[in-house]
């Protein structure tokens, strides 16, 4: 959601109407409503969440990496750097850093740039059997909850492709960066954790790129009741 370095809690499936409740009535997040269509580049191998996202009115493509897995079904570490959040079409570097991302060598002469993305999703096609494109369509409300040791993001997200399901995001607001002091990446862990903890029952927990593997082999995350992802 925001740039820097953050804990990330994710998770999908039906919402208890008394947590939805809860969370409407926190605080609106910088964020306003959005109806959004996102189109993630996914293949087994893959670590990063590479994606291009649409709206009305824009466009750009993003590269989100891991940096920690975290443990079971806690939060993960991300960081997503503005310098790889590139406006459409794409320049000459936006295309070596997704192949870069998505672990791809080239494949026949690039496409003459900038780029734009359905040429960009032609061209990656080629080039790699196991690559699979998924699009997402949302419409995302943000909120801030503040009565844990850092103030949280919590994102409620109604999806309706590529199956009708809800999705929970919670990461922290800390500011971290990748050279934070111990002290304060543990903090924000603790934060991000507290607000699952509170907000995140019954959902299966899942990052992006698993739901969109499990989309991508035809699978569903619409599971209540479980806080494990379906097999």
């Not at 993630?40 to 649409?54: C, D, G, I, M, S």
């Not at 993305?117 to 419409?139: C, P, S």
Request: glycine fraction near 12%.
């Amino acid at each position: 959601m925001a740039y820097g370095v953050h804990w990330e809690w994710r998770g999908f499936g039906a919402i208890d109407g008394a947590v939805e409740a809860r969370i409407l009535a926190l605080q609106p997040g910088a964020v306003p409503e959005r109806a959004v269509t996102d189109t993630y580049l996914w293949h087994p191998r893959l670590e990063a969440n590479v994606k291009l996202r649409t709206w009305d009115g824009g466009g750009s493509l993003k590269v989100k990496r891991r940096l920690d897995a975290g443990s079971g079904d806690g939060p993960s570490l991300w960081m997503e750097n503005p310098a790889e959040d590139y406006g459409l079409p794409l320049p000459d570097t936006a295309l070596e850093r997704v192949l870069e991302a998505l672990g791809m060598e080239p494949h026949g002469p690039s496409p003459s740039t900038p780029v734009h993305a359905a040429e960009l999703l032609v061209w990656l096609a080629r080039g790699a059997g196991a690559l699979r494109v998924v699009e997402v369509r949302k419409r995302r409300r943000t909120f801030v909850w503040d009565r844990g040791p850092v103030p949280v993001l919590v994102e409620l997200a109604e999806i309706d492709r590529p199956e009708r399901t809800r999705s929970l995001g919670i990461e922290d607001m800390a500011g971290l960066v990748p050279a934070a002091p111990i002290e304060r990446v543990t903090v924000a862990l603790r934060g991000v954790s507290d607000a699952a903890a509170v907000f995140g029952a019954g959902l299966c927990v899942l990052t992006y790129p698993q739901a969109v593997g499990i989309w991508a082999r035809g699978g569903t995350v619409a599971r209540s009741g479980s806080g494990h992802p379906p097999r």
